[in-house]
């Protein structure tokens, strides 16, 4: 038996090394084909950014973060938690780098506007609406770096823009988890003459991507759910930490007859929870297309891959 428990703890320790030191940094692009465009579209390419999680010293990330202008996306989609440090805005500014000349549309999450703090991991299971607050971030000064870059802030805004060609219509709501959305304030049915209806959300709250569904939005994109950061082998996420179900925790899915989703696993962590398990942090380069009846009906997962991108 203490040969076993000896073994145990070194598999337990080895598990835990491998997740803060490795897996952590082992950043990764996750490329997926959507068919959400209407018919005739030409194809877009977006970049989706979510939870960031920026810290100064965090060189590495920040590396990686400057390499993926390379892709070239037409359009950047950060759906939020881009802070972790009071002191990150600069360190987050700089490493988007030539991402902010390229057309982009954001929303907030909760660690934009309050700090991480050490919390109970049993809450994740047994008491998931908790909420603990840290100090208060500087947001606004990370909202007005963005703007003044040209890229849209779509808190409970709807607008419409051109990108490569193409017509987008977007809306988006402040962070759900944090209780801050207002879907009546963005609320009606999206345009159907747009090439693109774009919802935008943090945490992918079902009462908030129901509403988004019903306005008749044909790609509703959010982050904050980590993929689950913690997974285990052959079964997945083990929580979500909102109210939406395991199987959509990471990349594209349904909801609903004619809506598609797609959840970014993020790229960062919180300081007091630095480990990743079967979930490398990702950013997603997704490549949208024409719909092949109009809808949102054929393949959202086909084509995807992975595909490392390392800082140097």
């Known amino acids: 038996m203490k040969n076993v428990a000896v073994a145990s703890a070194g598999t337990l320790a080895a598990g835990i090394g491998y997740a803060s030191l490795i897996e952590r940094n082992a950043f990764v692009v996750r490329e997926a084909t959507m068919p959400v465009l209407t018919p005739g579209s030409s194809p877009l390419k977006v970049l989706h950014l979510s939870d960031i999680h920026m810290r100064p010293t965090q060189r590495r990330k920040q590396a990686w973060l400057r390499e993926l202008a390379g892709l070239k996306p037409d359009l950047v989609v950060n759906t939020g938690d881009n802070l972790a440090h009071p002191k990150a805005v600069p360190a987050v500014v700089q490493a988007l780098?030539?991402?902010?000349?390229?057309?982009?549309?954001?929303?907030?999450g909760s660690?934009?506007?309050?700090?991480?703090?050490?919390?109970?991991?049993?809450?994740?299971?047994?008491?998931?609406?908790h909420?603990?607050?840290?100090?208060?971030?500087?947001?606004?000064?990370?909202?007005?770096?963005?703007?003044?870059?040209?890229?849209?802030?779509?808190t409970h805004t709807r607008r419409e823009f051109e990108v490569a060609g193409l017509h987008i219509a977007a809306a988006g709501v402040d962070d759900p988890h944090l209780s801050r959305d207002r879907y009546a304030t963005i609320a009606g049915a999206a345009d159907p003459t747009a090439n693109l209806t774009l919802g935008l959300t943090h945490s992918p709250e079902p009462r908030v991507l129901d509403r988004f569904a019903a306005d008749g939005y044909q790609l509703v994109m959010a982050g904050h759910t980590h993929g689950g950061q913690l997974c285990l082998p052959f079964y997945g996420a083990i929580v979500t930490n909102c109210d939406l179900d395991r199987s959509r925790v990471k990349g594209p899915s349904r909801w609903g007859a004619r809506t598609q989703l797609h959840v970014s696993a993020g790229?960062?962590?919180?300081?007091?929870?630095?480990?990743?398990?079967?979930?490398?942090?990702?950013?997603?380069?997704?490549?949208?297309?024409?719909?092949p009846t109009g809808g949102s009906d054929a393949g959202t997962r086909a084509g995807q891959s992975d595909t490392t991108v390392s800082a140097r």
């Open 131 to 154: 909420r603990i607050h840290g100090e208060p971030l500087p947001w606004q000064d990370l909202r007005a770096a963005f703007t003044e870059r040209g890229w849209l802030d779509m």
């Open 111 to 129: 660690n934009d506007y309050f700090a991480p703090r050490l919390k109970n991991p049993a809450n994740y299971l047994t008491n998931p609406g």
């Open 267 to 291: 790229i960062g962590t919180s300081p007091f929870a630095p480990l990743r398990f079967c979930c490398r942090p990702e950013a997603t380069l997704l490549t949208l297309v024409a719909a």
């Open 97 to 108: 780098g030539d991402l902010l000349s390229v057309p982009g549309v954001f929303v907030f």
